[in-house]
């Protein structure tokens, strides 16, 4: 069965400082792996998302995440954080047929002045 | 396109009261998911349909949830009898099939509390 794991439930950064989100997924097959942002009362927002070719994807707002095969990994990274980014991060899997997503537990950010 | 509409926002009910979560997908979308999110857990999937139909139920945690999609632009999550622990954030999503889960598309969510 699928799973998604990101073992920091919340993680606190300096404005300006770099960051990374760790993510560890358990799929069999070559997997779909999505970065979601929520900011406070809002949906889901994807950020970037990787399926197949470089294993360095871009996404929006200057976010970028690695796909590790070997370490299945996929964690998400900014290296300037802003203070609008304090918000909560999902990574996802996602089984190849339909929309179906399975979530981590999410990976609450908070800024620092 | 208004996106994916949830309603209410935010329901306060009390223990046993009958909880109703409504969701309008955007138009066109034939794919409808139902999740929840709490701290414990995380954002589960509870069940989601194709055209209308429920394809996969398996994450409604017991028999007093059930879902219903009587038509393409319409869904509802319903609790009875509501329990304190079925306090959560509720989001509705919508994505046309065929386009991948990238496509999926988030409401702002349902706010409940069961006191």
């Known amino acids: 069965a699928q799973s998604v794991t990101q073992p920091d439930i919340h993680i606190t950064v300096s404005e300006g400082a770099s960051l990374e989100l760790r993510c560890n997924y358990s799929?069999?097959?070559?997997?779909?792996l999505f970065w979601y942002v929520q900011s406070p009362g809002q949906g889901l927002q994807l950020l970037l998302k990787?399926?197949?070719?470089?294993?360095l994807v871009q996404g929006i707002k200057g976010f970028e995440a690695e796909f590790k095969r070997s370490q299945s990994s996929f964690n998400l990274r900014k290296p300037s954080v802003h203070w609008s980014d304090a918000a909560e991060y999902f990574c996802?899997?996602?089984?190849?047929?339909?929309?179906?997503?399975?979530f981590g537990q999410g990976t609450e950010l908070s800024v620092k002045p | 396109d208004a996106g994916v509409i949830q309603s209410p926002r935010h329901e306060v009910t009390e223990m046993g009261q009958e909880v109703t979560l409504r969701c309008k997908p955007i138009?066109?979308?034939?794919?409808l998911f139902w999740y929840r999110q709490t701290m414990m857990r995380g954002l589960e999937l509870l069940i989601y349909?194709?055209?209308?139909?429920?394809?996969?139920d398996s994450g409604m945690p017991e028999d007093r949830f059930s879902a219903k999609m009587p038509n393409a632009s319409f869904s509802t999550l319903k609790i009875q009898p509501s329990e304190p622990r079925d306090s959560a954030v509720y989001f509705c999503?919508?994505?046309?099939?065929?386009?991948?889960?990238?496509?999926?598309?988030f409401g702002s969510g349902t706010q409940l509390s069961v006191l």
């Open positions: 799929y069999g097959a070559t997997p779909y």
């Open positions: 138009s066109g979308h034939n794919s």
């Open positions: 349909f194709n055209n209308n139909v429920p394809i996969d």
């Open positions: 990787y399926f197949s070719g470089d294993t």
């Open positions: 999503a919508s994505s046309l099939t065929g386009t991948g889960p990238e496509k999926l598309f």
């Open positions: 996802a899997v996602a089984a190849h047929q339909g929309g179906k997503l399975i």
